[in-house]
């Protein structure tokens, strides 16, 4: 006789789970529609498998003896392994020794015992979404009882959830199509908004280039002007210039710093030079300096001054006023 290892009141409590765990799910039945809804009925069906389903009982325990099977089976209880894994299990190990002694009613008894635990494991596959697993358990149900009330429940269960997990498949699927169809007309008004921006840029620089021409046309009339201007004066001043001009060979020089270049003017590589009148007292110090041509205009006037108004010379006997062009020459 085969010597089982399920105790009479372990029986009874795992005949209690499973009628717990039976009447949740029968209320589950009861709230859902007899009839599938028209939305239902127009899912797709589950994909069919490849291949076809593999054996409840692998090749391997099936080409077992009993006598190995008994042991193989009694050590698997002892191990707690009652339904996994596949090919070395309990259920496994008992159903094909069912098959080599149909009549043994020891056999029966383990797998009438055996059963719940299996149930059990089969609705836990299917929460978890093990697929797999869970069919391989139905098919281990199915073989140890076709009739068993439970089975199309849980092939149902299978089916339900399967379709879930496809249709939230597809809906995640979706709405990563929608956020990057969203990513790709954002990418598209983005480019937009930099092509408007650009254009925009090139607008402004237009008609700053613009205003800048415009200042530089005023700015080389206002320099014809002035230059006729101070043609004019230079011939009012020819007489007194050449008056002084014997007293302008006496000047001597002892410092002449050059002046400071203005940074602005520097920067643009901007040259001229400044056209400066300027009087030497007695003690050789210049006292007075102005502007009498400058090109450009107003550009170095003040640090030609400034330049002009530092220079020394040696003493003279009488203020001597002559004219000097400090010359501005970023190269220099």
Excluded: H
Excluded at 310 to 317: L, S, T, Y
């Amino acid at each position: 006789m085969l010597s089982m290892t399920i105790s009479p009141k372990s029986r009874l409590c795992a005949c209690l789970m499973l009628a717990a765990v039976l009447g949740a799910c029968s209320k589950q039945e009861e709230a859902a529609p007899a009839a599938p809804t028209p939305a239902a009925a127009n899912q797709p069906a589950a994909t069919p498998a490849a291949t076809p389903p593999a054996p409840a009982v692998a090749a391997t325990v099936q080409a077992m003896g009993a006598d190995q099977l008994r042991d193989a089976a009694s050590q698997a209880l002892r191990e707690n392994r009652m339904y996994a894994p596949a090919g070395d299990n309990a259920m496994e190990y008992y159903l094909a020794l069912r098959d080599k002694l149909p009549d043994d009613a020891a056999v029966s008894s383990a797998l009438t015992d055996l059963m719940p635990y299996t149930l059990i494991a089969a609705e836990q596959a299917v929460a978890r979404e093990q697929f797999e697993e869970a069919q391989r358990l139905v098919a281990l149900i199915e073989k140890a009882d076709k009739t068993a009330p439970a089975l199309p429940r849980i092939r149902q269960s299978i089916t339900t959830s399967q379709q879930a997990v496809a249709q939230r498949s597809e809906a995640e699927a979706n709405r990563a199509k929608a956020d990057a169809e969203a990513r790709v007309q954002a990418q598209a008004q983005q480019q937009v908004q930099q092509q408007a921006a650009e254009a925009d840029a090139a607008r402004r620089l237009a008609e700053q280039q613009e205003a800048a021409r415009q200042a530089a046309a005023r700015e080389a009339e206002q320099q014809r002007e002035a230059a006729a201007r101070q043609a004019a004066a230079q011939q009012q001043a020819a007489p007194a210039a050449q008056a002084a001009a014997p007293a302008q060979r006496s000047l001597r020089p002892i410092s002449m710093p050059s002046p400071r270049y203005p940074p602005d003017a520097l920067r643009a590589g901007t040259s001229g030079e400044v056209l400066v009148e300027f009087t030497v007292g007695t003690d050789g110090a210049v006292t007075d300096a102005r502007v009498l041509r400058a090109n450009p205009a107003r550009t170095f006037d003040r640090e030609a001054l400034n330049a002009v108004r530092r220079w020394r010379f040696e003493p003279v006997d009488a203020p001597v006023t002559t004219r000097r062009t400090v010359a501005f020459n970023p190269g220099g």
